[in-house]
């Protein structure tokens, strides 16, 4: 039996590099005649043409297949929608703005063929970012490896490749804040990086501004540890050390000195230090509340305005994912 390859490509507001971007994925499934393949555009709710252009693609090709958001859900949800409505033996995940060289890919399948199941871009070299972005990834990534329990690939996106097996078990973690190079990390099965260069965007700007490149950051990490809970503890900790000092300090001044009127100065400190180190760990608090908050509500992860080259084409809003299947019951699914 022939194998099909699902290639999930997310696009919000692409439409400079689709013309790019649409014959070189065809060119790569072209290139490899021993498999079929089919390209699953999710449209993130984009407000140029990029919708029409990927749909003009579509009526010409019957590889392709498009899925409209109801409205931006963001990158990570753009690519759960893609790998969810994939049938592939394997799934490719790749930007739209070829920043992760197609010819990658071939590398790739090349792999999944010697029997890995997860084969994820190492990128080497990033060309054409700025130094701020290349220190603040590099810190992160190293960061996040410290204080999470699962090891998670330095320097890697979520260009990659998985095997069908992985693709269900992903299919089945219902989380919200997601970050699927985490959760793959977390899958295992035989896993295998792939050193590559990642180069320029062909066009277009990035549409990952510092604030959401913020928020990405604090969900990998929030998502994948506990440790910064730990952090507040250990805070408290220092702050209930200093204040044991200070009442020792403040008893002594009283009882052996005459100066005990004075001291605002340390009172002040106490004060704002105490304050700060509550403040601080009631924040790491409520950011993990909001998470339970938000899994608790059980939305369904995004909503589907259309869809264009299924088989079960539909018109109207399609809400999806509201049963998303659990790993002991994978028949919730639909
Ligand atoms: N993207 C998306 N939804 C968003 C932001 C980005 O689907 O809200 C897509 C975007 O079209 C691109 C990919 O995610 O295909 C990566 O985005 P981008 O290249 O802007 O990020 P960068 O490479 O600068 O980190
Ligand atoms: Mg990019």
């Not at 959401?212 to 929030?222: H, Q, S, T, V, Y």
Request: hydrophobic content about 45%.
């Amino acid at each position: 039996m022939r194998k099909l390859i699902s290639i999930v490509v997310p696009c919000y507001n692409e439409e400079e590099v689709l013309k790019e971007t649409l014959p070189s994925l065809d060119r790569l499934c072209d290139s490899q005649p021993g498999f079929d393949f089919e390209i699953v555009y999710v449209d993130d709710g984009s407000r140029d043409a990029t919708f029409e252009l990927l749909c003009e693609a579509a009526r010409a090709d019957p590889r392709l297949r498009v899925i409209r958001f109801a409205r931006n859900f963001g990158h990570q949800i753009a690519v759960t929608a893609g790998i969810d409505a994939t049938r592939g033996d394997a799934v490719v995940l790749i930007d739209a703005d070829l920043q992760d060289p197609p010819e990658v890919v071939n590398d790739m399948i090349a792999k999944w063929q010697e029997g890995y199941d997860v084969v994820y871009g190492m990128r080497m070299s990033r060309a054409g970012e700025s130094t701020f972005k290349l220190a603040t990834a590099r810190g992160f990534y190293r960061l996040l490896n410290r204080l999470s329990e699962v090891e998670i690939p330095l320097d890697t996106g979520d260009f990659r490749l998985m095997s069908r097996p992985v693709v269900d078990v992903l299919k089945a973690m219902p989380e919200r804040h997601r970050f699927v190079r985490g959760m793959v990390a977390w899958i295992g099965f035989r896993q295998i990086a792939l050193p590559y260069v990642r180069v320029e965007r062909v066009a277009g700007t990035s549409k990952y501004p510092l604030r959401k490149m913020l928020r990405f950051a604090i969900d990998g990490i929030l998502s994948f540890s506990t440790k910064p809970l730990q952090l507040s503890v250990a805070l408290g900790l220092i702050a209930a050390t200093l204040a044991i000092l200070g009442i020792f300090y403040a008893l002594a001044l009283r009882v052996f000195t005459s100066i005990w009127v004075e001291g605002w100065t340390a009172l002040m400190i106490a004060v704002l230090f105490i304050g700060g180190v509550q403040l601080f760990s009631l924040g790491i608090l409520g950011e993990y509340v909001g998470r339970i908050y938000s899994e608790v509500k059980r939305r369904p992860l995004y909503v589907v305005g259309e869809r264009v080259g299924f088989d079960d084409e539909r018109g109207a809003a399609t809400v999806t994912e509201i049963n998303r299947p659990t790993a002991t019951n994978p028949e919730r699914a639909e």
